[in-house]
């Protein structure tokens, strides 16, 4: 494109352009760009306060920025000179540089449009979920705060995913510390139960200690499945560092409500690790003692793990919208797919699923992951109790009258009383009773829905009014 057609395509041509710059910028990293002073100093009040101050600075040809990467500061050239930034500019390499700069040159604009861009990008990229990353380097960038609207961002979306599948080395022990304080005794879905967060903490901090307390530790603390269905032996390991363990867990600690854990998880798998102090611990067995409460729900802030599990899901059925949404593939008879979280313990357990599309005879309910065929129909198994669309309900190939039909468009909320073991279905906002013959279901179960091509369910927590 010939010049003088485009303006934002000429000032392109000037961004970190030595021809025609008049002031070097040195980045942290010690990298060298090149900038216009009038132009830098019209657009953000910061470097007009830097560049134009009457003091050295204002007739020196270089100018340093100690705190700044070349990578943020890139970004930021982009957006001075042109007014915007190309969504591809931001990556997953500068993204958090790129918002501490903007914040440093007090450019809001240019912050609500990084905000925009990973959220959306976290959004659509939830299998390839990169947020444990820049927690971690949000934590070594910035303060910790509760009114830094991008750590907040990047919490809720490190919070809603099971520390069992962040891999060890991508999130740091600082940005464990931001994901746990944030959402310590706060109402802010969390995915994963507070043994599960002991364990990872646990298991972090011995990796900073050395490899073989590493594996010491992974063998001694089995995932919470294996300790649920008694499929583990207890390592007999020593950990000859427990105290260099003790220490490095130590600032995890105090964000780690041990009462949520069951007294006999504390008494089998975490006290005889002897990296909890004794403190702590009688705390624990004294709090379930006087109060007599052995069902404390076992999960901090609200239950969240209300996505879809792409590891127990038919084979004909695509999870998106990050992980919220489920649909079945063209030729697909009913499959099924369950949620996340599992429901169990003492409680009464809400969530709502959304038919935006439906086919056939699909259905909403419940399930038992043992012994669940994923292929088949969950209605005609005796490990699953669906409400479907024709309005019966079916469990063990047996159905029975529930409510009136439904179609595309329709909200199920699906109510399960894990302190009665029963269930009952709102259809619509007309609230039906409990399922009779479901009256003894057992002790663990997940949300399930069981669908065939085109349909398209949604599920989300449930908000009370």
Known sequence: MARGCSLNQDLKLLVNNPKYSDIEILCKDEKKLYGCRAILAARSEVLDGLLYNGMKETYETQISFPTINSSGME???????????????????????????????????????????LKC??????????????????????????DNIFLNLLVEAVA???LNDIEFGRLSITGLKYLLSITHEKEIPFATREYEVFRYSAILAAKQVSNNTYRILMERLPILEQIDNSITTVGNKIITDREKVAKELEPLVKFID??????????????????????????????????????????????????????????????????????????CGYQNVRAK????????????????????NSCVGICVSENLNYETFAGYQSTGWVLSSNGYC????????????????????????????????????????????????????????????????????????
Not at 122 to 144: A, D, I, Q
Not at 275 to 297: G, H, P, Q, W
Not at 341 to 360: M, P, Q, S, T, Y
Request: proline share 4%; glycine share 4%; net charge negative.
């Open 75 to 117: 970004i930021i050239l982009e957006y001075v000179y042109t007014g915007s930034v190309r969504e591809e500019s931001l990556t997953k390499d500068n993204t958090v540089e790129a918002f501490y700069a903007a914040d440093y040159f007090q450019l809001p604009e240019l912050q609500d449009f990084i905000m925009k861009v």
């Open 121 to 146: 990008t976290l959004e659509m990229n939830y299998l390839e979920n990169y947020s444990p990353e820049l927690l971690t380097k949000v934590s070594e960038k910035m303060p910790l705060t509760e």
């Open 160 to 162: 809603i995913i099971p």
């Open 258 to 331: 041990f009462r949520k854990i069951k007294v006999q998880i504390l008494a089998d798998f975490i006290e005889p690790l002897e990296i909890i102090s004794d403190k702590i611990i009688s705390n624990v067995y004294r709090f379930v003692a006087l109060l007599n409460n052995l069902d404390l729900c076992d999960i901090r802030g609200k239950l969240t793990g209300y996505v879809w599990d792409e590891t127990a899901c038919g084979s004909k059925l695509v999870i998106e919208d990050n992980g919220k949404t489920v649909h079945a593939l063209n030729s």
């Open 341 to 360: 979280i599992a429901l169990e313990n003492k409680g009464i357990f809400d969530w709502d699923v959304i038919i935006e599309k439906i086919a056939g």
């Open 394 to 465: 079916y469990n063990s190939n047996t159905r029975l009258s529930y409510c009136p039909s439904f179609g595309s468009g329709t909200k199920i909320t699906v109510h399960l009383d894990m302190n009665k073991r029963t269930c009952a279905f709102t259809v619509n906002g007309t609230k039906y009773p409990e399922v009779l013959a479901w009256n003894n279901l057992p002790s663990k179960l997940y949300p399930i829905v069981s669908l065939c091509y085109p349909s398209r369910f949604r599920i989300q927590f449930h908000q009370k009014n």
